[in-house]
């Protein structure tokens, strides 16, 4: 089914499918990968290049597409639900997309975090622990990723280079912009 949704997918949906499948333990990263490579199905290219973007423990599409605007755009792949956790092993929190190294988090805020009153009365203090550590976090919204996909890369562009992050490169590159055409 993967390979045959690259008649009707362009990458970035095809990834958020392959995140999903993995996630849902449909099949593991390692057999979509393999499937992939071994396949003789048209399509195969399309669904080799996306399952290499797949990855594990993505929790919502979005995610997925926040993900893929980061790397398409040549920065640095960020980590993938990263745990923090207290002395004793506790879970703390657990960051969307971040990168560790320079303290950095980039998350997708969806609409939940207005509608459900639990969630909107948790987020500042949340927000205000995550300072506290020494974390800069860096909320995107959906239109940040359909409206303005380039003013989120410059946002976080800047944020990486600000932060003292290793390994950008001097400036972003346009691989974005087919699959995030803004409007």
Known sequence: MFVELTSVLGLVDLVVVGDNLVRTGRLSLDEL???CRVTRLPGRSAAR??????????????ETRLRLLIVLAGLPEPQ???VLRAFDGDVLRKYDLSY??????????G???IERVEQW?????????IDDDGWRILVCVAADIYRRPERTLRRIF??????????L??????????????H
């Open 121 to 129: 009365e948790s987020d500042p203090e949340r927000r205000e622990a």
């Open 80 to 82: 993938v639900n990263c």
């Open 158 to 167: 800047g944020l990486l280079v600000a932060r003292g992050h290793p390994g």
């Open 111 to 113: 609409r939940h975090h």
């Open 49 to 62: 290049a996306a399952a290499f973007l797949v990855r594990e423990g993505v929790d919502s599409p979005m």
């Open 100 to 109: 560790p190294e320079s303290r950095v988090i980039v998350e997708y805020d």
């Open 33 to 35: 990968v393999e499937f």
């Open 169 to 182: 490169p001097p400036r972003l590159r346009d691989d974005w912009r087919p699959h995030f055409p803004g």
